[in-house]
């Protein structure tokens, strides 16, 4: 098992940037692919960024790319999520996921995620 806390949210002005990272427990982090999920109030949960296990196979949803960079430093057990260019339409509570099980085309799905961190908060204002 991984338990995940998330940390990084806050308060920030439109075109600004903030770091989301994600703390695992467990000496097996390397063996689990990491996603970032986001929910807006009244929404459902979408897919933001993932990274695979292998830390070569990267994904992002059509709204952030080119904004969002994640990344994994399998040494402390710690995956990242580099915001920039923020926009109001960015703001919702993040979440970090974790599973070790789904094939590499279940990436998007959060319901192939078995772990979860509590969520940070992340809000954008215009």
């Known amino acids: 098992q991984v338990q995940l806390v998330e940390s990084g949210g806050g308060l920030v002005q439109a075109g600004g940037s903030l770091r989301l990272s994600c703390a695992a427990s467990?000496?097996?982090?390397?063996?689990?692919?990491m996603g970032w999920f986001r929910q807006a109030p009244g929404k459902e949960r979408e897919f933001v960024a993932a990274i695979l296990r292998s830390g070569v196979n990267i994904y992002y949803a059509d709204s952030v790319k080119g904004r969002f960079t994640i990344s994994r430093d399998n040494a402390k057990n710690t995956v990242y999520l580099q915001m920039n260019s923020l926009k109001p339409e960015d703001t919702a509570v993040y979440y970090c996921a974790a599973d070790s099980r789904f094939s590499v085309s279940d990436y998007i799905s959060y319901l192939k995620y078995g772990y979860w961190g509590q969520g940070t908060q992340v809000t954008v204002s215009s």
């Open positions: 467990g000496r097996t982090f390397s063996t689990y692919h």
